[in-house]
């Protein structure tokens, strides 16, 4: 007679020790909107065909904001300023808003942003075009504005040298053909740019001006050499060829 072995099926003990570890761990708990662990959290959402060099595109600013902020009710350009150049491509600038049906809950909420495209801060493939890419720039700041991420969108980078061709453009407009005396104060020009990169980057102007040796009362008391070299360095906070310090990090739009 065969022996069979008396074995309960539904013994626990049976159980493989597999089954128990291969479980799904629970997925990572959203962290509150804003906080310190929040920026982490949404750059974690992006697919890896989404970034370039670390910067999402729209396209993904777009899906994740829906994923994680609610549905997207509208989404448009509020105002366009086309290019009126004859015979180029010009500069244009754009409004665009994004209303967000927040967390599905129908309460709206709504982000705009501005943002403008000319020849010296977009490469050439895409200043042939210098409305729609605009508004795409627009748009992707806008959504990360709403996803409060501490990044550019991969539309608004640029491979140009533009601190050089801002330069050049201010020394043309103030009649200097290239020609400018670096110990001279900082021209208007340049406290604009300088204060435009900050507020695009969500940074302290006057924490920036005053990271290095020197320090500053006012932006002012900066030389165009000196602020040549500032600008120099926001654009390479741009292009994350250096990190942003995070002591400067907090625009204040009042710094003046």
């Not at 777009?62 to 105002?79: D, M, N």
């Not at 204060?195 to 290095?212: E, P, R, S």
């Not at 165009?224 to 995070?246: D, F, G, R």
């Amino acid at each position: 007679m065969t022996k069979t072995l008396d074995i309960d099926l539904f013994d626990e003990s049976t159980i493989d020790a597999d089954e128990e570890t291969g479980k799904e761990e629970p997925e990572m708990t959203m962290p509150a909107y804003g906080s310190k662990e929040w920026n982490d959290y949404i750059m974690e959402k992006f697919e890896q065909h989404e970034l370039f060099d670390g910067n999402p595109t729209c396209a993904g600013l777009r899906r994740v904001a829906e994923e994680v902020l609610g549905s997207i009710v509208s989404s448009r350009p509020t105002q366009v300023w086309p290019s009126t150049d004859a015979n180029g491509p010009g500069r244009a600038t754009v409004i665009f808003e994004i209303v967000i049906n927040w967390m599905d809950s129908g309460e709206l909420r709504s982000y705009a942003e501005v943002s403008d495209c000319w020849h010296g801060n977009t490469d050439d493939l895409f200043c042939a075009h210098p409305a729609a890419t605009a508004s795409t720039r627009a748009e992707g700041r806008a959504l990360r504005k709403a996803l409060k991420i501490r990044c550019l969108a991969a539309e608004e980078l640029a491979k140009k040298d533009i601190v050089s061709i801002v330069r050049q453009a201010v020394n043309t407009d103030q009649g200097l053909d290239g020609e400018w005396k670096e110990s001279d104060t900082i021209s208007e020009p340049q406290t604009n740019f300088i204060d435009a990169k900050c507020k695009q980057l969500d940074i302290d102007v006057m924490k920036f001006i005053n990271v290095g040796a020197e320090h500053y009362g006012s932006i002012g008391e900066v030389t165009k050499k000196t602020a040549s070299k500032m600008l120099s360095t926001l654009n390479e906070y741009q292009t994350k060829k250096k990190p942003t310090p995070e002591k400067i990090l907090g625009y204040d739009s009042n710094w003046r």
